[in-house]
């Protein structure tokens, strides 16, 4: 058989593998990448459905009087928050926070909201970022939302500090959504790396939790912090998964799709190993729960699988 008789075949076989990868894709569910995880106890997960209202509330105005309370409300005391701050006290440098004495569980919480689509201060923190551009503590992390948690440790360390000291039996919870939850992460990265400002409490009185947090620490960061930071990932959801850096997300919304269908086929050209042994690489931060959605026939139940790095 002649080599030009062997070309339509070799271009079809080619055609038909091609095919078959972009059928997969298609079909692909966030489910498959958790499905070897071990399952989340109940008692591990407690804290984090409290800790979503926690954060919900921090999208209303006024918790006296609030629009969009879920049946049960927040859980919010109005008169055991400390004080709110929004984008005029923030200056921009940080999204709107609210900080929280929640004497009920012996809790001091600070809570930052998500992404704001008409400030473009926060697309300002999101895009502030270059591959390996900042260090902290050995590892690399996400500019802007180092420079953003900064900003809020400085503006309450003292605060925190006094009221760590007067309650010392009090445990220190940082949680937040989305923009938020990465600025929690690596605030609690600062806080540990700074507790001699905060009063010197012990390491064990700290805990991070991170709602749909984008990629914002490197993979020795993530293992390292593991114990205290906790990111919570909600099937498919976009922002803790990608690998396309944030600032060509947001920078290409217009052809976002073929965007993304670039960065997947040039994923799956570089090998597992190579990617894991780039130190620059950001990853979600601390210990991942993945809440994962069945739908087998007419019934439905959710799975919450967990993974720390290795």
Request: hydrophobic share 40%.
């Amino acid at each position: 058989m002649s080599i030009t008789c062997c070309l339509p075949i070799v271009e079809s076989v080619y055609c038909l593998a091609c095919a078959r990868w972009l059928w997969k894709k298609c079909l692909y569910s966030a489910g498959h990448e958790s499905e070897n995880w071990g399952l989340a106890t109940a008692e591990e997960f407690a804290p984090v459905p409290r800790l979503c209202r926690y954060v919900l509330a921090e999208y209303e105005d006024d918790l006296r009087n609030p629009i969009w309370a879920p049946p049960g409300g927040y859980g919010i005391n109005p008169d055991w928050i400390v004080h709110r701050k929004d984008y005029d006290e923030t200056l921009g440098r940080a999204p709107p926070y609210m900080l929280y004495m929640d004497h009920e569980r012996r809790d001091i919480v600070l809570i930052i909201r998500g992404l704001n689509l008409a400030k473009e201060s926060d697309y300002a923190v999101l895009l502030d970022n270059k591959l390996g551009q900042t260090k902290l503590d050995g590892g690399y992390v996400h500019n802007g939302l180092l420079k953003s948690a900064m900003w809020v440790f400085d503006a309450e360390c003292e605060v925190l500090k006094e009221l760590l000291e007067s309650f010392p039996e009090y445990t220190l919870t940082f949680a937040g959504h989305s923009l938020g939850a990465g600025v929690v992460a690596l605030l609690t990265i600062v806080a540990v790396q700074n507790r001699e400002k905060l009063g010197n409490f012990d390491r064990k009185r700290i805990r991070c939790y991170a709602i749909a947090p984008a990629r914002c620490t490197s993979l020795n960061l993530a293992v390292r912090y593991a114990d205290i930071i906790n990111s919570v990932v909600l099937q498919d959801d976009f922002l803790p998964r990608t690998t396309t850096a944030l600032e060509d997300v947001f920078k290409s919304v217009l052809c976002l799709p073929c965007l993304l269908c670039l960065m997947c086929l040039k994923d799956t050209c570089i090998l597992e190993d190579q990617m894991l042994r780039d130190p620059r690489r950001l990853y979600a931060p601390g210990r991942l729960y993945h809440i994962v959605e069945r739908k087998p026939m007419r019934s439905c139940w959710r799975e919450i699988r967990r993974w720390t790095y290795q």
